[in-house]
């Protein structure tokens, strides 16, 4: 069995990096269908603020699984 590789700061800094992004995409990708949502039911600002908080959970979930397989590595 071969020893583990160290990650470099630069592979640190890109994880770090993508998950920032995977989080940020997935609540404004929420709050983007949120807000279609109130416009097309007519139900004011109730959608815009579940689906957002719906996408950053979502979002912690993607990170969650961009850390296993990195740490996997």
Known sequence: MEPK???N???IAA???AMGFEI???II???LGGN???E???TGHLWLPICA???FFAGMISCFYTLKSLTKE
Request: avoid cysteine; aromatic fraction near 16%.
């Open 53 to 55: 908080v719906a996408g």
């Open 40 to 42: 097309k039911f007519g």
């Open 36 to 38: 279609y949502l109130d």
């Open 5 to 7: 590789k160290k990650p």
């Open 29 to 31: 990708i929420g709050a």
């Open 15 to 17: 994880a770090v990096s």
């Open 24 to 26: 940020f995409s997935f």
């Open 9 to 11: 700061n630069l592979q």
